[in-house]
């Protein structure tokens, strides 16, 4: 089991950042990969970032491209998402996923663990 654990969401204006971090613990995986999703009011839930264990690839939704960045630190089992120019229709509760095969994924069904989300709210 792979237990994760989301921290940094809060409440930003429009145009700020915020950074977001994913802490794995557990039967960490060494292999495979980790993404964020996220899920708006109303919304169905939403690929937004994957990256690779080993922190080598990294893709991307298009919704985010050259606003978000994700980040591995393998020394400490963790992933960042930093965010910046934020807009207020990234308000959701985003989650982190692994997922236990290194193929970057969008699909959630190939997840196989997930934290319990963190809540990012910009204010417009």
């Known amino acids: 089991q792979v237990q994760l654990v989301e921290s940094g969401g809060g409440l930003v204006q429009a145009g700020g950042s915020l950074t977001l971090s994913c802490a794995a613990s557990g039967h960490t995986v060494s292999d495979g990969a980790v993404a964020w999703f996220r899920q708006g009011p109303g919304q169905e839930r939403e690929f937004v970032a994957v990256i690779s264990w080993s922190g080598n690839k990294s893709y991307y939704a298009n919704s985010v491209k050259g606003r978000f960045t994700i980040s591995m630190d393998n020394a400490k089992n963790s992933v960042s998402l930093s965010m910046s120019r934020l807009r207020s229709e990234d308000t959701a509760v985003y989650y982190c996923?692994?997922?236990?095969?290194?193929?970057?994924?969008?699909?959630?069904?190939?997840?196989?663990?997930w934290g319990q989300g963190t809540h990012v709210t910009v204010s417009s």
């Open positions: 996923a692994v997922k236990k095969t290194r193929v970057l994924l969008t699909g959630s069904t190939a997840y196989n663990y």
